[in-house]
């Protein structure tokens, strides 16, 4: 089965409003990144947070390690946050490879 | 500035020919990746390097090969390129150094073989 499983698939929020997406894994993890993929493809890492809590900016992740979860907590939700959000673990094999989840479509509108 | 560089940005080739693509980073990372990414499959890796000359299979390694003789670059090679070849390729790095090491992304390479 799928390793990494992010909920919902999709999200459609007005502006102002404020998001919480969820990632469950199913194995242990060593690292975990949440990343952020704009409409136009590139990729940029938001948070890397395996365990506890985090805050950057208008974002904060809470990892849960024995639970196997994490949150992307988006507060005051603005257009520019549109995009595809990815949560990613490190099953350590060596050589930290990330396996990825499918992502979080987040649609922002005025 | 630390950066993780990939040329080219978009190609286009014929089902057979070969193709590389390059990746390039300024921070001394020792391991570096590649990783392809599909509609409603996510980002698979492709391969992972340990450093110069020590390279590993990752989970979708048929119809590619990697070269790095520089610690800052990591090339992907497609020897005789197939339709199913078609997708967005991201090189990735990260330092050994750190228990919790971040991975660093490139911009991509969108592939597209005819």
């Known amino acids: 089965g799928q390793q990494v499983q992010q909920s919902p698939a999709s999200l459609v929020l007005q502006e102002g409003e404020n998001a919480e997406l969820q990632c469950n894994f199913s194995s242990t993890a060593t690292q975990l990144q949440w990343f952020y993929q704009s409409p136009g493809g590139s990729l940029v890492s938001l948070l890397s947070?395996?365990?506890g809590t985090k805050h950057t900016g208008r974002l904060t992740s809470t990892t849960v390690t024995k639970e196997r979860r994490s949150s992307l907590h988006i507060s005051s939700s603005q257009t520019t946050d549109s995009g595809t959000y990815l949560c990613a673990i490190d099953l350590y094999q060596g050589g930290r490879a990330l396996i990825f989840g499918t992502g979080t479509t987040v649609s922002v509108s005025p | 500035d630390m950066k993780v560089t990939q040329m080219p940005r978009y190609l286009i080739k014929r089902m057979g020919e070969n193709v590389l693509l390059e990746c390039g980073q300024d921070?001394?990372?020792?391991?570096m990746y590649w990783y392809r990414q599909d509609p409603g499959l996510g980002l698979q890796l492709i391969y992972i390097?340990?450093?110069?000359?020590?390279?590993s299979e990752g989970d979708i390694p048929k119809g590619y090969r990697v070269s790095r003789k520089k610690r800052e670059h990591f090339s992907l090679i497609l020897d005789s390129a197939k339709t199913n070849q078609t997708s967005v390729y991201f090189c990735?790095?990260?330092?050994?150094?750190?228990?919790?090491?971040?991975?660093?992304f490139g911009p991509g390479t969108r592939l597209t073989v005819l």
């Open positions: 947070n395996p365990s």
């Open positions: 390097s340990y450093d110069v000359d020590s390279n």
């Open positions: 921070m001394s990372h020792e391991t």
């Open positions: 990735a790095s990260s330092s050994d150094r750190e228990r919790y090491a971040e991975q660093f």
